[in-house]
């Protein structure tokens, strides 16, 4: 894992503007643009904020949603949880749980095993493929 910035100016440096508006702004790429939604290698998710292991490509499925979506985390501790109250509706926002980055939402319309859909930002992510 990677030094985790500070302040501003710091995240500023590391960023670029647009990861800097999802991660750090809350902000939402617009769906069918993300350069990780039709990724299918395998591999490890990763937060482009700090480098924590978030998602494996085993629990990656395609939802129609326009982002890329997981049944779950790598690990339960490695995404954090928070009711979001913002633009009228009540959803779950889930974070980094090193960097409190913003990855995107949790909804509850996923597959089996879970039944829960992480539609997370291309631009929260980082994806290191797995060696053969």
Known sequence: MTEIPTTPDEWGKKLTLQQHQVLREKATEAPWTGELLENKRKGIYRCAGCGAKLFLSETKFDSGSGWPSFTAPAAEEDVTEKTDLSHGMVR??????????????????????TGLRYCINSLALTFDEEEP
């Open 92 to 113: 779950t926002e889930a974070l980094c749980s090193s960097c409190l980055g913003h990855l995107g939402h949790v909804f509850p319309d996923g597959p089996a095993p």
